[in-house]
C-alpha cells in the first residue's frame, strides 16, 4: 500500500515558490524525480501545486531533494492553526 498526505492547499503553494526559487519548470522537476526512480508526469506535477493530485510521501522526500529545501519550506501554513 502506498502512503500519502492529504495535501493542504498551502503545500502545493509551497512547492511552487520552492520551484520558481530553483528556478526550475515544472517539467524539469517531473523529470528529476524520473530519474530517482519516482514516477512522475508534468501533468502530475502541476495537479499537485494546485492541490488537484495527493502527493506519495515517496514524491515529498523526492521534491526536497530536487528543490533543495528544508521540511519547514515545504510544510508551513500560511494561516496558524487554530487551538
Known sequence: ???RIV???NIGVNLKLLR???DMTQEQV???L???GLPMSREIYAQIETGKHHIPITVLQGLKIVLKAEWD???K???PLEK
Open 30 to 32: 517531473s523529470q528529476k
Open 73 to 75: 519550506e515545504m510544510l
Open 20 to 22: 520558481l526559487k530553483a
Open 77 to 79: 501554513l500560511s494561516v
Open 34 to 36: 524520473q530519474l530517482m
Open 1 to 3: 500500500m502506498t502512503q
Open 7 to 9: 495535501q493542504d492547499q
